[in-house]
């Protein structure tokens, strides 16, 4: 038998504790010395004005450099916040490369693991970030139960984080007060399951599209149906979307809304009649999107993009190039439109021009790019890539994005336009730069199709639902999993973050609509 | 009996008979009407034989008829795409079949608490070891020991189990009674799926059953659901679940469970 020291006496323990405390504290020695930096612009990737700085390396926080980069562009107290990359090659700077951490310093993040030296001249690409920060959630406020029927679709009204609409299998979309956790209004109306929800911009009309061929409004404050039903697809309705908000005639909205048949049809929401129809697809028409230009994008089974003139209401071109059906379809200026004049400080503008004006410049800060604006789009295919088209400049795509290896099923566009994440039927959720269409990470960790994601409102995390019965928040930055959201009891169809990053609603095959916090 | 293709050999080597396919032609242009001969006249066993014969072709013709009646209907309805509702985005994809379907009903039931201990057979019939083992008395040595046993059930035996030298084998669980998968049902979904077992948890007989994965009626078996594509709440896959033998599969030639 082996001999067992005795255990230490209360003074060994005492010593050894006193000696642990005064060692915590020493924290690690930076070296003294300096580091020359160029700032960039991610964007143009070009320096502009900006003179090559030193930098003392004890300073060189990712903080200090935000600092000192605003205080270099002379922005005095509105200051934005921006992110670092770094690439190791030198210019051009194609995008990506490899972003500094917001607690991280040039010593640690690059001189420390011997990516530059300190004497060398160091250049960092800057991307503004959104001047506020979603936290990412991390549990379920409530689960709520009310529905019949699988819940197949979900989204959130574009004024705040209260009200979420859901469209489900028993024929009924349900209104939820996700302060409370509590059914609002029951939308009863629809002879079949509601495929497809989809609030105004304004957030005072709800449309749904349905299974028995006919879209519905509805006042989401009320719950009243605004009129019948629209009549005129003879087949499903898949995808619905609302003119934007600045380009609305006013007090005269329209509506948008593609079918299985094959057609798209334009809704006068107040004359409750068809304004006109888009014929020109050969199948069934997957989704369609009202661009902030007065372009109308549709996308069909029968391979093809088309993009139709809303003031003309004629086709203007057809994009080709996927080999297969195209499922869904994401616009860069997404997130603006849907929103239209809603922004995170939650401010209404008071009268009708005024609206109008700040719905604008919200989109065209969204889509303008080194002065010009260029409206992307991202469509999904079962052809497993994802393209990029910048149908304003071009017919050509900028990019075909591949690496999925089963049929891509969702793509959407991050908020501020610099990322594009595509979610596929082989568990992976990818991230794409949205410039240029560089690949950036795969968001790993479901073990089933994933059906849909959604980034937050500030683009810094993404939400994603899969057929696993997961939710899962991820990083942008890092393409780290940063939350787990386990709770759902079966496939989760549907998920929506709120605009203004507060909350998530989630739901699908087990009924219940769920909300997530933080 | 004949030896060998002697036919098709002397037709190689010497050719056919000029006539051959118009006398084929005629043999198959009357095989009607000897047919109906032969049923009219053939007396005792031999038209008793002929009838079931006759009988057996007749339902196979009726299902080749009914097969292409089938095949050449067109359904003016619009196939509906499915009985559960679905999102836009799965509405045209063909749906696999598989029983994920109610598997949430599945998870509903095991929360229960009462549900968590219950088994469909609580009891069984008790079967002694006389029944259970034979004595072997082959060979010199083994008929003076007399501790050899030839298990006479089914049995589980694992992927890796290696047999010990025969002087120490005491237990012998012969080959053509062993099983590597059991058909599972459950009765909510109404779904039978043959499923690989992965091991035998209980044997409510005997702990030493257990050991020697025995598989008799009421034994808690666990089997390996992964091709149904089961999650757990967690998002891991599930791919273990137990299930309880319910027929007796000595009798059977298969083993029939329920998943608890």
């Known amino acids: 038998m082996a001999t067992v020291p005795p255990p230490p006496s209360k003074r060994q323990k005492t010593a050894a504790a006193a000696l642990a405390q005064t060692q915590a504290d020493v924290t690690e020695d930076m070296p003294e010395g300096a580091i020359r930096v160029r700032f960039v612009d991610q964007a143009t990737g070009e320096a502009g004005s900006l003179p090559v700085i030193s930098i003392a390396l004890a300073n060189a926080t990712t903080k200090n450099l935000e600092l000192l980069l605003n205080e270099l562009q002379e922005r005095g107290d509105d200051r934005i916040p921006y992110r670092f990359f770094y690439t190791s090659g030198g210019p051009p700077y194609d995008g990506g490369g490899e972003a500094l951490g917001d607690r991280s310093d040039l010593y640690n993040a690059l001189v420390k693991p011997g990516k530059i030296s300190a004497e060398s001249e160091v250049t960092l690409q800057y991307a503004p970030q959104a001047v506020f920060r979603v936290q990412a959630v991390s549990r379920c406020a409530a689960a709520i139960s009310g529905h019949g029927e699988n819940i197949l679709t979900a989204q959130f009204s574009p004024a705040n984080s209260q009200r979420l609409a859901t469209g489900a299998g028993d024929n009924t979309a349900r209104i939820f007060d996700c302060e409370t956790g509590t059914p609002v209004h029951t939308l009863k109306g629809h002879t079949s399951w509601v495929l497809a929800v989809a609030w105004s911009p304004e957030g005072n009309i709800l449309a749904t599209g349905s299974m028995d061929n006919t879209v519905r409004l509805w006042d989401p404050s009320s719950g009243q149906a605004l009129g019948t039903a629209l009549k005129g697809h003879t087949k499903w309705v898949n995808s619905l979307s609302w003119e934007p908000y600045h380009l609305q005639a006013t007090g005269r909205p329209r509506v948008a809304s593609s079918s299985k048949d094959s057609t798209v049809r334009i809704w006068d929401v107040v004359g409750r009649k068809i304004d006109f129809a888009l014929t020109g697809h050969k199948d069934s028409v997957t989704c369609v999107k009202w661009g902030g230009t007065g372009l109308i994008y549709t996308t069909s089974h029968d391979k093809t993009v088309k993009v139709w003139e809303a003031s003309t209401q004629t086709l203007k071109f057809t994009l080709t190039g996927h080999a297969h059906w195209i499922n869904h379809m994401a616009l860069s200026s997404e997130f603006a439109l849907r929103t239209g004049y809603h922004d995170h400080t939650g401010k209404v503008p008071g009268n009708e021009v005024e609206k109008v004006a700040k719905a604008k410049e919200r989109f065209e800060k969204a889509v303008t790019v080194g002065g010009e604006i260029v409206e992307r789009l991202a469509t999904a295919s079962d052809d497993t890539t994802v393209f990029l088209w910048s149908p304003l400049t071009s017919r050509k795509p900028i990019a075909r994005l591949t690496g999925h290896q089963k049929q891509v099923n969702h793509v959407t566009f991050s908020p501020d336009g610099f990322y594009v994440a595509s979610a596929g039927f082989d568990n992976h959720v990818k991230l794409w730069s949205a410039r240029d269409g560089k690949f950036l990470f795969s968001l790993r960790g479901h073990v089933a199709s994933v059906y849909q994601c959604c980034f937050s409102a500030d683009s810094r995390l993404l939400v994603s639902a899969s057929k696993d019965t997961t939710l899962k928040a991820w990083d942008v930055r890092t393409g780290k999993l940063k939350q787990d959201l386990p709770g759902h009891k079966d496939e989760v169809y549907a998920v929506d973050w709120s605009p203004d990053g507060e909350k998530v609603g989630s739901g699908g095959r087990d009924k219940q609509v769920r909300i997530w916090r933080n | ?260």
Request: proline share 5%; glycine share 6%.
């Open chain 2, 1 to 260: 009996m004949p030896q060998n293709e002697y036919m098709e050999r002397h037709a190689k080597q010497h050719g056919k008979r000029f006539d051959y396919e118009e006398r084929k032609r005629k043999r198959i242009a009357r095989e009607q009407h000897k047919g109906s001969e032969n049923a009219q006249n053939f007396r005792g066993l031999r038209a008793k034989l002929y009838q079931q014969k006759r009988r057996k072709e007749k339902i196979q013709m009726k299902k080749t008829i009914r097969a292409h009646e089938e095949r050449n209907v067109k359904s003016s309805e619009a196939a509906e795409p499915s009985s559960t509702p679905l999102p836009q985005y799965l509405l045209d994809r063909s749906s696999e079949k598989n029983a994920k379907a109610l598997s949430s009903a599945i998870k509903q039931k095991r929360n229960e608490k009462a549900a968590r201990f219950s088994v469909p057979l609580p009891k069984v019939k008790g079967i002694s070891e006389e029944e259970m083992f034979s004595v072997v008395k082959t060979g010199k040595k083994t008929q003076k020991k007399g501790w050899k046993r030839v298990v006479t059930k089914p049995t589980f035996v694992g992927p890796d189990f290696t047999r010990r030298p025969v002087k120490y084998e005491r237990f012998i669980r012969p080959m053509g009674l062993r099983y590597k998968k059991a058909n599972v049902t459950h009765t909510e979904l109404a779904v039978t799926v043959q499923l690989p077992i992965i091991s035998v948890k209980k044997n409510p007989q005997n702990p030493m059953y257990t050991q020697l994965g025995v598989l008799t009626r009421g034994t808690i078996i666990e089997v390996n659901v992964s091709d149904l594509g089961l999650v757990t709440a967690g998002g891991k896959v599930v791919w273990g679940r137990y299930a309880q033998i319910t027929n007796n599969p000595e009798n059977d030639g298969c083993i029939n469970a329920l998943l608890l």
